[in-house]
């Protein structure tokens, strides 16, 4: 059973997709697209500087109508980036995500990222963790060891 972020991290992986501030807004969606992903971290001199998202694109789309070639990622991401810890919870992480409305956490140790979880991640457990209590009782209702 799932408790914390860095046991959804070992199941689903570290790799995380990032990218740079100053590349076009088209590379950045070529490659969401190619990826099949919602979102890429942005990194500067390897610090997260931001998250680039769909709902960023999409919140975007009269001032990227004019050219994604042109407009650099740097210039819709989203800035404020709210992180998990790998100790975190899921349940601590969930309230994050839901009271900030954000959709991707960055996983940061000692100042390093170690790994990214979305909000489908942390249903995901939440779902597993439900699953297994309802097992755990329905075998002591029917009295099975």
Same mark, same amino acid.
């Given at each position: 059973? /799932?408790?914390?972020?860095?046991?959804?991290?070992? &199941?689903? *992986?570290?790799? +995380? /997709?990032?990218?740079?501030?100053? %590349?076009? /807004?088209?590379? $950045? @969606? &070529?490659?969401?697209?190619?990826?099949?992903?919602? $979102?890429?971290?942005?990194?500067?001199? #390897?610090?997260?500087?931001?998250?680039?998202?769909? !709902?960023?694109?999409?919140?975007? /789309?009269?001032?990227?109508?004019?050219?994604?070639?042109? %407009? =650099? +990622? !740097?210039?819709?991401?989203? =800035?404020?980036?709210?992180?998990? !810890?790998?100790?975190?919870?899921?349940?601590? $992480?969930?309230?994050?995500?839901?009271?900030? &409305?954000? &959709?991707? @956490?960055? +996983?940061?140790?000692?100042?390093?990222? %170690? #790994?990214?979880?979305? %909000? *489908?991640?942390?249903?995901? $457990?939440?779902?597993?963790?439900?699953?297994?209590?309802?097992?755990? @009782?329905?075998?002591?209702?029917? *009295?099975?060891?």
């Amino acid at each position: 059973m /799932l408790e914390s972020i860095k046991q959804v991290l070992d &199941r689903k *992986g570290h790799d +995380v /997709l990032c990218i740079e501030p100053d %590349i076009s /807004l088209y590379e $950045a @969606l &070529r490659l969401m697209a190619d990826k099949n992903v919602g $979102a890429l971290v942005v990194m500067e001199e #390897g610090q997260v500087v931001g998250m680039f998202s769909e !709902r960023d694109y999409a919140r975007e /789309l009269e001032f990227c109508s004019h050219s994604c070639l042109k %407009i =650099k +990622v !740097r210039d819709v991401m989203s =800035k404020e980036i709210y992180f998990a !810890r790998p100790e975190t919870s899921i349940d601590e $992480a969930m309230a994050i995500v839901t009271e900030t &409305r954000c &959709r991707h @956490l960055p +996983v940061m140790s000692d100042g390093e990222m %170690i #790994g990214l979880v979305s %909000i *489908g991640d942390l249903v995901k $457990a939440t779902i597993d963790k439900k699953d297994f209590v309802i097992s755990q @009782l329905t075998k002591y209702i029917k *009295g099975v060891p």
